[in-house]
């Protein structure tokens, strides 16, 4: 697991998501999408995306859509159902998703938040701000 947890330095966004996003990731989008909106942010804006990584593994950012967004929650996502009726996993990858996902409002997700993700978090939040704000002007 743990080459796999390096997975987002080679992310790259796919042309035509929705017709290759698998049922997990979007579960997963519209889960903590939904308990984040109704617990924590209180605001519609605030939407979960993904992008596709590599061996199976997905990247989704939590953020409201602009330039610059603040707060950004990354997160790996992989296939799993070790946590019913979840068919997920998620991982907590910056330091806003790991502080957020021990609160009720998360902590049904079972989120791994002791991982160490070598991650270059500023470039994969630039992606996502490239691909669901930049692109959708």
Request: with cysteine; charged share 20%.
């Amino acid at each position: 697991m743990a080459a796999a947890l390096f997975f987002l330095s080679g992310c790259d966004a796919a042309t035509d998501e929705k017709d290759s996003t698998p049922e997990f990731v979007i579960n997963a989008k519209n889960d903590v999408g939904t308990a984040l909106v109704a617990n924590v942010y209180k605001t519609p804006d605030f939407k979960c995306e993904s992008i596709p990584a590599n061996d199976g593994m997905w990247s989704m950012g939590c953020f409201i859509h602009e330039e610059k967004p603040g707060p950004f929650l990354l997160f790996a996502v992989v296939q799993n159902n070790e946590n019913p009726p979840f068919d997920y996993k998620l991982y907590a990858v910056n330091g806003k998703a790991k502080q957020l996902a021990v609160t009720p409002p998360l902590q049904m997700f079972k989120i791994d938040v002791e991982n160490n993700m070598n991650t270059d978090y500023q470039k994969v939040m630039r992606m996502f701000i490239h691909e669901f704000v930049t692109n959708k002007k």
